[in-house]
């Protein structure tokens, strides 16, 4: 599956009118998507085992998106085989203003994944570049330094987001970014398809509609973060989403594949605990029963 066409190089200008959001690969067979879902999910399974017993890295995935492109489901669909004791999902909406008194890194620091686990952030700090962005009046509500607000400002917080990306690389942490494309007309028909089923009222709120309205800015903001962002060590993947069968497939490949490439192995004992477990075997299976 070639997933790679969806990776950003680093240092690459991006412009989201080149990515499709329909896009599938070629996969026009959904039943077929589903069946290697679930084979990827299998194998995450047994490559997360491997993660937690080995006790050295961790993985941290991070889904950016505009509303009702399909985060939820993704993580819900590719994580649906993890032991949750290897994983942790955290979800960031607005922040407190315990947040607020801290750098804008901050409350996102305190949810990343020990040695061993997969961590899965559903927004992240990458809101700074965005929602941030798009709405002044939350920056001012921050508490930076007056004389710190320039026009250069989201291009810093890029060069501290990479900075501090660079820093979990180095320290075992490994990291992958989704942003999950989805088109205006798909996210209108979900929106439509959220106020029509009862069941699905509490998705949708009048001020998902609102930000619609500021969808071109949102746009621009998201072409800067993927350009300026997207590194080797902590690549981002431009995943078209306006059919979900095929954006959770894809998520699920990319996830597997990577952790097939730190080749993970379970930990070796020593001679001497060996053979305290050969002894210990003895003494089992000479219990009376």
Known sequence: MKTEKFRIRPDRKVRLKDHDPSDTLGWKNKDAAEEKLAKDVERLAELQEILYAQD???LLLMFQAMDAAGKDGAIKHVMSGVNPQGCQVASFKAPSAEDLDHDFL???QKHLPERGRIGIFNRS??????????????LEKQQVPTELVTDKIWKQRAESITDFEKHLSRNGTKVIKFFLNVSRDEQKKRFL??????EKNWKMS????????????Y???????LSWTSTERAPWYVIPADNKWFSRMAVAHIVVRTLEEMDLKFPEVGKERRNALLETKKMLEAEED
């Open 125 to 138: 700090w990458y809101e700074e570049m965005l929602v941030v962005r798009v709405h002044p009046n939350i």
């Open 56 to 58: 050295r890295w961790s």
């Open 106 to 108: 901050w409350r996102c």
């Open 219 to 225: 746009q621009d903001a998201y072409e800067d973060v």
């Open 206 to 217: 009048p001020s998902d509609a609102t930000e619609r309205g500021h969808w071109d800015e």
């Open 193 to 198: 398809d959220r106020i029509d089923k009862p």
